[in-house]
């Protein structure tokens, strides 16, 4: 795991953000800040998936300055209040590894479309790694973003019909209309 610099909110440094509370607006706004902190230190990270069990041990969800770590029950539910917004994905029956979507599918589609149609590149076949790791693509959001998630990005796209998959085994990548 990288190190991220990151600014934590106040709550971090507070050891009961590390134990879920019994107080139902209390613990509202707990996930709440849980599901804030996991988006942002995703996105500086470039973190799109997460593992519960190696994730405890990064400086996210463990605070060694105040001697404090989320569990990984705790860290299960909150990605399971991420995935109802569309912001995460459970990847395995046993909600060990997840996809993290700092923008949601359908917010990725839009901002990789955007950048097709503002790049000229509708009626061209590009591979996948050509879009997620491609010298034109370095400055953007999306550069970095794991094939297996690029393509569930890129069926949403498929099926507004602004762009056609292609699965051979001799090409895999997409055509964009």
């Excluded at 405890?56 to 917004?85: G, M, T, Y």
């Excluded at 061209?124 to 970095?144: M, R």
């Amino acid at each position: 795991m990288a190190d991220v610099e990151v600014n934590w909110p106040w709550q971090y440094s507070f050891p009961p953000f590390f134990t879920l509370q019994p107080h139902p607006e209390t613990r509202s706004k707990q996930v709440s800040a849980w599901k804030t902190l996991i988006l942002e230190y995703c996105k500086k990270a470039k973190i799109y998936t997460l593992d519960v069990r190696e994730a405890s041990q990064w400086p996210l969800f463990n605070n060694a300055a105040i001697n404090r770590k989320l569990d990984s029950s705790v860290i299960i539910s909150i990605l399971s209040e991420l995935a109802k917004n569309g912001n995460a994905a459970a990847l395995d029956k046993g909600r060990n590894r997840w996809d993290i979507y700092w923008h949601t599918l359908e917010e990725w589609a839009s901002i990789i479309y955007s950048y097709i149609s503002d790049s000229g590149l509708q009626n061209t076949v590009l591979t996948f790694y050509e879009i997620s790791n491609g010298a034109d693509t370095e400055s953007q959001e999306f550069a970095g973003m794991p094939i297996e998630v690029l393509i569930k990005v890129l069926r949403l796209l498929e099926n507004d019909q602004k762009c056609e998959l292609i699965l051979s085994n001799d090409m895999q990548g997409v055509k964009f209309f």
